[in-house]
């Protein structure tokens, strides 16, 4: 199997270099958080490393412990600011896992006691409701 290579045009690369914008709610010298702007759910948020790979099957090993450590603080902000009972952490590898962008990412959506997941439909989620999203986000991480 022919590995592809990183494409640094794909729409997350592009967040990260401040091309198109986002609703940030977490940043360090490793990482950034930001709004999935088709979420599955309130308050679905994607950890992006900086360092580029497609997935984590060709990320470079010293970029998961940073990326980990963000994932676990979003999903600990996340949970507090949505007052969830539970937190889902996704992250998919290639195409026939149901990978669509070409970044390394990880999901972490907050989750209610029967309250099921949206799909992944493409309709976008209005820019207030993500602002008001990633506001509470940032206000539960301080």
Known sequence: MAETPYDPQNIFAKILRGEIPSHRVYEDQSVVAFMDVMPQGPGHTLVVPKAPSRNLLDADPAALGPL??????????????????GVTILQF??????????????????????????????VMEKPEVLADDADKIRKALV
């Open 93 to 122: 590898n290639e195409p026939a896992s149901g990978q669509t962008v070409y970044h390394l990412h990880i999901h972490v959506i907050p989750r209610f006691e029967g309250i099921a997941l949206k799909p992944h439909t493409g």
């Open 68 to 85: 980990l450590k963000a994932v676990q603080k979003v999903a600990l902000a996340v949970r507090k600011a949505f007052e969830a009972d």
